[in-house]
């Protein structure tokens, strides 16, 4: 199963310098809630589509871990990973989103098909994220505006082996 976690740059350099990540872990899958809640919404919505809209909650849960991690760089970092279906366990809670899962294992470096990272252009509009993201997941449209700045800007790709390169051109 691909899974989606959310990082940071200080996530990523543990990765490259341990070569894992430890359990447990929330990620964001391609969960059976993720599918219903588009089918209510989207009914033709392919696979591919729900990946992108797991991709994306993983981005917007790396804004909160921003928030408790000062020293990373204000930008949102993901991690595409296949794990075994077994190690992943959905969430089915009406309060947190329809894609979050635990994996109960931990995620090697091995196990990651790429990594997702924002550019310098979105660094000031992560900051600003960052420090309203819990705001916006309160309700407030003023946050949710600011996040929504954040959000605009599309992740950069990377393969497993240009991760450690592109920490060090930050």
Do not use: C
Not at 46 to 68: G, H, P
Not at 136 to 162: C, I, K, P
């Amino acid at each position: 199963m691909r899974v989606y976690l959310p990082a940071t740059t200080t996530v990523l350099r543990t990765l490259v310098d341990e070569g894992r990540l430890p359990a447990p872990q929330t990620v964001f899958a391609v969960t059976p809630q993720l599918r219903q809640f588009y089918a209510v919404s989207e009914a033709g919505a392919e696979t591919e589509e729900l990946e992108y809209a797991a991709l994306l909650a993983a981005a917007r849960a790396s804004l909160r871990l921003l928030d408790l991690d000062p020293m990373a760089v204000r930008r949102r970092a993901v991690l595409a990973a296949d794990v075994p279906d077994a190690a992943v366990t959905p969430m089915d809670d009406p309060h947190v989103d329809p894609g979050a899962a635990r994996l109960e294992r931990e995620i090697t470096l091995a196990d990651v098909a790429s990594a997702h990272l924002d550019d310098a252009d979105a660094e000031d509009d992560v900051r600003a994220a960052v420090n309203v993201v819990l705001e916006a997941d309160l309700g407030s449209e003023d946050a949710q505006f600011v996040v929504d700045q954040a959000e605009g800007h599309e992740l950069g790709w990377y393969a497993t082996q240009e991760i450690g390169s592109a920490l060090e051109l930050l």
